[in-house]
């Protein structure tokens, strides 16, 4: 059973930044692994933000693009989203997600509030 486990949500003024970690409890390194960082606002369906594949590659929702830097660290099994600029409209409930082999896996979601 493959779990995910996000940390470094929390409340951050506009202008902000804040570091959220997602740790994988299997390799990360796989050649079909591909890690992702959705995100829920209250009331709206839930949006894909960012995107890292094995290889390194990286694709960001317009919404972020030059603000938020997805990376991943494969010797810890862990996945990072350094949100910079961060603003009000960045508010929701942050999951970070695992697909390979046809699977899918979900961690239980850290909050993210950006308030003044």
């Known amino acids: 059973q493959v779990q995910l486990v996000e940390s470094g949500g929390g409340l951050v003024q506009p202008g902000g930044s804040l570091r959220l970690s997602c740790s994988a409890s299997?390799?990360?390194?796989?050649?079909?692994?591909?890690m992702n960082w959705y995100r829920q606002a209250p009331g709206k369906e839930r949006e894909l933000v960012a995107t890292i594949t094995s290889g390194s590659s990286t694709n960001y929702a317009d919404s972020v693009k030059g603000r938020f830097t997805i990376s991943r660290d494969n010797a810890k099994n862990t996945v990072y989203l350094q949100m910079n600029s961060l603003k009000p409209e960045d508010t929701a409930v942050y999951y970070c997600?695992?697909?390979?082999?046809?699977?899918?896996?979900w961690g239980q979601g850290t909050q993210v509030t950006v308030s003044s």
């Open positions: 299997t390799s990360i390194f796989s050649i079909s692994s591909i």
């Open positions: 997600n695992l697909k390979r082999y046809g699977s899918s896996y």
